[in-house]
C-alpha cells in the first residue's frame, strides 16, 4: 500500500467526521487537507458561549511509508478505524506517545 492509498483511506474517514454535526450549531468542524497530500487535521471552531472555539482535533501526517497520528482527540480514537480500512499495524505510529512508550502499543515505533 502505498500513500496514494493511505491519502484516499485518510480522506475518506476525515471526511465523515467533517459531516457529523454539533449539537451547539455554532461550531462546526473543519477539514484541511495539505496541498502535497501528506497531512491532515480536523479542527473545531466557532463561537460557544460568547467564546472563540478553535481546536484541534485530529492531526495526520504520511511520513515516509508510514502514517503518523501526531494528536487524537476522537472518543474511540482513529487507530482502529485506520485498521479496519487497511493500513497495516506497523505502519501507523501513535506519535502522542512518547518514543520510549511506542514499542509497548502495538503499532510502529517511527
Given at each position: 500500500m502505498d500513500s496514494l492509498d493511505y491519502h484516499r483511506i485518510i480522506t475518506e474517514i476525515l471526511q465523515e467526521y467533517a459531516q457529523i454535526p454539533y449539537a451547539h450549531r455554532?461550531?462546526?468542524?473543519?477539514?484541511?487537507?495539505?496541498?502535497d497530500h501528506k497531512?491532515?487535521?480536523l479542527f473545531?471552531?466557532?463561537?460557544?458561549?460568547?467564546?472563540?472555539?478553535h481546536g484541534c482535533?485530529?492531526?495526520?501526517?504520511?511520513?515516509?511509508?508510514?502514517?503518523?497520528?501526531h494528536q487524537d482527540g476522537l472518543e474511540d480514537g482513529i487507530a482502529d478505524e485506520l485498521l479496519n480500512a487497511g493500513i497495516p499495524q506497523d505502519k501507523?505510529?501513535?506519535g502522542f506517545h512518547h518514543?520510549?512508550?511506542?514499542?509497548?502499543?502495538?503499532?510502529?515505533?517511527?
Open positions: 455554532s461550531l462546526e468542524r473543519r477539514l484541511i487537507i495539505g496541498e497531512s491532515y487535521a473545531t471552531v466557532g463561537q460557544l458561549n460568547n467564546k472563540q472555539v482535533v485530529l492531526h495526520l501526517e504520511i511520513i515516509g511509508d508510514k502514517v503518523w497520528i501507523i505510529v501513535l518514543p520510549d512508550l511506542r514499542p509497548y502499543t502495538g503499532f510502529a515505533i517511527g
